[in-house]
């Protein structure tokens, strides 16, 4: 019953909760942090769906790479979320390159990710897992726990490449017992953007606090000439609002959970936490209801001075993309008016905190198999030879977890930054946005955090984001509920969920 409850949870979740994914043909739907993922009939699949090897999924794509080298061959499966064609293209490409160069064969299946975790118990059972697995942050500590995952593997790769190579926050969030569980490729962080212009006419220092945050809102909100201070999620049925609060909370210290996993929703932190939000949004943010849209519609047409997103933003905030272009007063002469004129803050911080920022964050899972060296060296390729061409496929969205090597600490992030983004016209982020911007998404993600995986409490992130117990509670001290009364709440059912979860063990 828990596993079946596992799996449930995790469906779920990835179905709800953003991944690194970004907008390159004109069929996109909007995911729960204001990114954009790729559908198309050959990919589609539904949680429901069920299969009983890697091989038999609905949205399956498999390739297998070089012919033999001569004398025993060695074949790995690696199994990847990435589903979309020109992501499978990339995909081959660096393993018709790791074959080239090592002699070892490697069997692409390309799976969505709501499939993902029934597969792995699945081929769990009948001991087919994949020698390596791409896969999100939402997965990982579930997998190590289950015994699904080399943890040792993982840290050798990481320790081979040298672990102050990459990014601490990522690194951090699915550590267990001092080693890493999988290896972090690629990932993104939310986003505090504001516009620089409002800011250094009125004298406001950079919104890295939440006194600054309050200040800068009071001063430039003026809804009478159509400007707000900020705009951001208060949507009750949107996980996106879980995010956009939760990268609050983690800036003031609120915790899902204990060390020792108890849960810790009803601290003075999360209270404080909530009633900084709730009258921030109150007071400062457009009536009615915010979700990814709205928000976007908002800050793009010059109407709201700060923003909470997703990188995903920062292509179409420069123009980029047609579906989604910027309309303010000044973007009519300068459609990058808005890339040109805004600043990023990736972490901030709490008066009872210190600066963090939500991460979403993939990584590389090595299975439990009897291929385990072929493995290893896969994944040390796909993060050095590899690595660059991989991150091409959506920049915006997929910032080097590692960020260079012993040699040449920023290499990749170099790299990376040359590299072109966008949908219907493409160029690098830095043609819009300045090096100190740049430099600040990268370091940024050394304050990557999330609720509950560094406390081994997946299943419970499950259960929280599916129930939408933020959403709904914040909703209610909209209303009037007092913050001290909405924490109460969050703790409670927070404790029922974990006790199910408990229950069904």
């Known amino acids: 019953m828990k596993r ?31 990114g954009e993922t790729e559908t198309t009939a050959a990919t589609e699949t539904t949680a429901a769906t069920e299969t009983t090897a890697a091989t038999e999924t609905t949205a399956a794509t498999e390739t297998t790479t070089a012919p033999d080298t ?19 293209e990339a995909t081959q490409a660096i393993i018709d390159g790791f074959t080239a160069a090592t002699g070892i064969n490697v069997q692409l299946t390309a799976t969505d990710e709501n499939a993902l975790p029934q597969l792995m118990l699945t081929n769990a059972a009948s001991k087919t897992l994949p020698d390596v697995v791409f896969h999100p942050l939402d997965f990982t500590i579930g997998w190590a726990n289950a015994g699904l995952l080399n943890i040792d593997a993982a840290n050798e790769v990481v320790e081979s490449l040298g672990a102050d190579t990459f990014s601490a926050g990522a690194r951090s969030m699915v ?23 409002l800011f250094d006419a009125a004298g406001l220092e950079k919104p890295d606090t939440f006194a600054k945050i309050q200040a800068a809102a009071e001063a430039l909100n003026d809804p009478g000439n159509n400007l707000y201070g900020i705009t951001a999620s208060n949507d009750p049925n949107a996980v996106f609002t ?23 929703l009803d601290t003075p932190n999360c209270v404080e936490a909530i009633d900084f939000y709730t009258n921030l949004l109150g007071n400062y943010a457009p009536a009615g209801l915010q979700d990814v849209v709205s928000t976007r519609a908002t800050y793009f047409a010059g109407q709201a001075a700060m923003i909470v ?7 179409e905030m420069a123009g980029l993309r047609d579906a989604a272009l910027p309309t303010c007063e000044q973007c009519v002469d300068n ?23 939500y991460g979403q964050a993939s990584y590389m899972g090595i299975g439990m198999t009897d291929k385990t060296d072929a493995a ?27 960020q260079g090597t012993a040699d040449n600490p920023t290499e990749y992030i170099e790299g990376w930054r040359l590299l072109e983004t966008g949908v219907d016209r493409r160029a690098p982020l830095s043609d819009y946005y300045g090096e100190e911007v ?35 509670i914040l909703d209610e001290v909209f209303a009037g509920m007092s913050p001290e009364d909405g924490a109460a709440e969050m703790q409670i059912m927070a404790e029922e969920e974990q006790e199910l979860l408990a229950d069904e063990g």
Not at 309 to 315: N, R, T
Not at 379 to 393: A, C, K, M, P, R
Not at 447 to 467: I, K, M, P
Request: with cysteine.
């Open 309 to 315: 997103w997703s990188p995903f933003i920062m292509d």
């Open 376 to 402: 290893k060296q896969f994944v040390e390729y796909w993060l050095s030879t590899g690595y660059i061409d991989w991150l091409s496929v959506a920049p915006e969205g997929k910032f080097p977890m590692r």
């Open 242 to 264: 879980q995010q956009t609060w939760e990268h609050f909370a983690l800036a003031n210290g609120c915790q899902l959970v204990d060390a020792g996993g108890a849960v810790t």
């Open 335 to 357: 459609i990058s008016y808005l890339a040109e004129n805004s600043d990023f803050v990736p972490a901030f911080a709490g008066p009872s905190g210190a600066p963090a920022q």
């Open 438 to 472: 740049i430099n600040g998404l990268i370091t940024g993600s050394d304050s990557f955090a999330r609720w509950g995986f560094e406390q081994g409490q997946g299943e419970l992130v499950g259960a929280v984001y599916s129930t939408l117990i933020v959403p709904q």
């Open 4 to 34: 079946m409850r596992f799996v449930f949870l995790l469906l779920v979740v990835v179905a709800l909760v953003a991944t690194a994914c970004s907008s390159s043909s004109d069929e996109t739907t909007t995911t729960a942090s204001g």
């Open 70 to 88: 001569g004398g025993e061959s060695v074949t790995i499966k690696f199994w990847s979320t990435e589903t979309q064609p020109a992501r499978l």
């Open 175 to 197: 550590t267990i017992d001092g080693k890493v569980a999988a290896v972090p490729s690629d990932g993104w962080g939310q986003l505090l953007i504001y516009r620089k212009d």
